[in-house]
């Protein structure tokens, strides 16, 4: 069965510094991976993914995430945070068969000025 | 048109009321699901719906009942809930069930069960 493990519940960060948040995986087979972000009472929102070929994604939001397969990891990065960054971001990962996506427990990130 | 809308933003119901949920997407995909969020807590898949047939029920109570009028069209009807059923409703659609596909989310339903 594939899972996703987020390490650390609240990330806080400072406007300009860099954003990092941590996703690994199992799975059993190739995987396909996410980043989506949710602002409060809000649906969630793709940020990027990572299906097969180029290991380095890049999303929006200047978000990208890097796939490596011998650490089973899929870590979101973003070089300066902005406050409007601030929000509750889930990785998940779905095999090739079939699109249902198993989700991490989510990593709010808190920005101050 | 890449938007998914759901409707209504807010529900309050009592524990004997009848209501339900609706969904509606225009980008010609042809898998829909439903979610279910707590606080503080991801998505839980609850239904998966493929070219308008059902395709998973995670086990949900009976006291949800999905529906696919077409495949623009996602309801959920509501009966009989309890307290603990309280929580964000997430409806989102994919171009279809192969892995990989982006799965597009709606903004919610805000359910209150009194």
């Known amino acids: 069965a594939q899972s996703v493990t987020q390490l650390g519940s609240h990330v806080s960060v400072s406007e300009g510094a860099l954003v990092l948040l941590r996703c690994n995986y199992s799975s059993s087979v190739p995987p396909y991976l996410f980043w989506y972000v949710q602002y409060p009472n809000q649906g969630l929102q793709l940020l990027l993914k990572y299906t097969t070929g180029a290991t380095l994604v890049k999303g929006i939001n200047g978000f990208e995430a890097e796939f490596k397969k011998s650490e089973t990891s899929f870590h979101l990065t973003k070089p300066s945070a902005h406050m409007s960054d601030a929000a509750e971001y889930f990785c998940?990962?779905?095999?090739?068969?079939?699109?249902?996506?198993?989700f991490g427990t989510g990593t709010r990130l808190l920005v101050s000025p | 048109d890449t938007e998914v809308t759901q409707t209504p933003k807010h529900l309050v119901m009592g524990m004997t009321n009848k209501k339900s949920l609706k969904c509606e997407q225009h980008?010609?995909?042809?898998?829909m699901y439903w979610y279910k969020q707590k606080a503080k807590k991801p998505p839980e898949l609850m239904f998966v719906?493929?070219?308008?047939?059902?395709?998973i029920n995670e086990s949900v109570p009976s006291r949800f009942s999905p529906e696919c009028p077409n495949s623009s069209l996602l309801n959920l009807h509501l009966h009989a809930l309890q307290p603990e059923d309280s929580a964000l409703y997430l409806c989102?659609?994919?171009?279809?069930?192969?892995?990989?596909?982006?799965?597009?989310f709606g903004p919610g339903t805000r359910l209150t069960v009194l």
């Open positions: 989102a659609s994919s171009r279809d069930l192969s892995g990989g596909n982006e799965q597009f």
């Open positions: 998940a990962v779905s095999d090739q068969g079939f699109q249902k996506l198993v």
């Open positions: 719906y493929s070219y308008e047939k059902l395709s």
């Open positions: 980008m010609g995909h042809r898998a």
